[in-house]
């Protein structure tokens, strides 16, 4: 069950405050509501508006990749690496995207969910890793910038690289020999 992002929660505040933190440890927020928001890739000065597709769990998504990756966070926020095009993927909205992607992937975001094949794949593995999801989102994140690095993207093209991802993602999770998810080709590409 899907758990929205609610602004008036104190939890839900202190993990907004928590992921600013991380980004940028230098760096003090003047608030929930700033400009400095779209720094990060927010559409607008209140990030909140931007969690309706994937709600909560795309904001513990952004931390748990900070704190655990923090290399690759930082280079992909930054947009290090790679020949970048004159209009890049929103950083942050794009992490939104990406949870919500692998949510319908996994057929997450269903009231009654399909037993598909890649859904049993990924709920044995989250069986031995409670971290599982954090850790398929990490890596992609990743999948998709290299992904975009690869066909020189554009922000008009970024749904075409979600697609391409998923289906990469979904054809790792299916290879034989990958058995968690730190078993996943792309995973190497994690710093």
């Known amino acids: ?24 440890p230098d760096q003090e927020l003047n608030g929930l509501i700033s400009d400095q928001w779209k720094e990060m890739g927010w559409q607008g000065r209140d990030p909140s508006t931007d969690f ?15 704190k655990t990756f923090t290399t690759s966070f930082q280079q992909l926020l930054k947009k290090q690496g790679g020949k970048r095009s004159a209009w890049e993927y929103p950083f942050a909205v794009a992490g939104v995207n990406i949870t919500f ?6 057929d997450l975001d ?8 890649v859904r ?8 031995e ?4 999801f954090d850790l398929l989102y ?14 020189n993207a554009t922000y008009m093209e970024f749904n075409d690289v979600l697609k391409s991802t998923r289906a990469q993602v979904e054809r790792e999770l299916l290879m ?6 730190e078993d996943m080709p792309s995973y190497s590409l994690l710093t």
């Open 101 to 106: 992607m692998i949510m319908q992937m996994l």
């Open 129 to 132: 890793n409670e971290w599982a």
């Open 176 to 181: 034989d020999d990958v058995l968690r998810i």
């Open 120 to 127: 049993s794949v990924f709920l044995q593995m989250l069986s």
């Open 110 to 117: 269903a009231l009654k969910s399909r037993r598909t094949f």
């Open 1 to 24: 069950m899907k758990v929205y992002f609610d602004a008036s929660r104190p939890d839900h505040q202190d993990a907004l405050r928590a992921l600013w933190s991380a980004t940028y």
């Open 52 to 66: 309706r597709g994937a709600g909560f769990i795309s904001l513990e998504n952004l931390l748990f990749f900070a």
């Open 138 to 151: 990490c890596v992609a994140f990743v999948v998709m910038d290299k992904q975009w690095l690869e066909r």
